[in-house]
């Protein structure tokens, strides 16, 4: 089972998360995970009962295998929850379910820290508004 999991881990950072490969094979994933911004399914941070409510898959592959892999259930820093990823999180949860907004994902919104102005101001509704803004904060403390 460990080589399973860690064959697995393999599969999908060296082949699927790349962007360099173009296989054709990656067309049915990438249908499959459309609504969920594809590759950035996994780099999400949910458990197994969270990621398969959202995903709404019975492949077992995205519903045990790698949510045992890549989920982290416990913080252990400020620093470590700032860089967590802010999508498709099971410890970031709104009318408790996780959360995937793909418009502010694709305007680069990705990890909690992404919400604040420095490390101890969140951004105001008008800097979230305003994603040339929101870089050029972002870019001034980080």
């Given at each position: 089972m460990a080589f399973n999991k860690?064959?697995?881990?393999?599969?999908?950072?060296?082949?699927?998360?790349?962007?360099?490969?173009?296989?054709?094979?990656?067309?049915?994933?990438d249908w499959q995970l459309q609504h969920y911004d594809g590759p950035a399914v996994f780099r999400a941070n949910l458990?197994?009962?969270d990621l398969s409510k959202f995903i709404n898959s019975t492949d077992a592959?995205?519903?045990?295998?790698?949510?045992?892999?890549?989920?982290?259930?416990?913080?252990?820093?400020?620093?470590?929850?700032l860089?967590?990823?802010?999508?498709?999180?099971?410890?970031?949860?709104i009318d408790n379910r996780p959360v995937y907004?793909?418009?502010?994902?694709?305007?680069?919104?990705?990890?909690v820290t992404d919400l604040f102005k420095d490390p101890n101001t969140?951004?105001?509704s008008l800097e979230l508004k305003e994603v040339k803004e929101l870089y050029n904060v972002k870019s001034s403390w980080n």
């Open positions: 860690a064959l697995t881990s393999t599969w999908v950072v060296k082949k699927y998360i790349d962007s360099e490969n173009h296989g054709k094979w990656k067309y049915l994933l458990n197994k009962k592959f995205t519903t045990q295998i790698w949510s045992e892999i890549s989920c982290e259930a416990n913080v252990n820093s400020t620093d470590h929850f860089s967590l990823p802010l999508w498709q999180n099971s410890l970031i949860r907004y793909k418009s502010w994902s694709g305007k680069g919104i990705q990890k969140f951004l105001s």
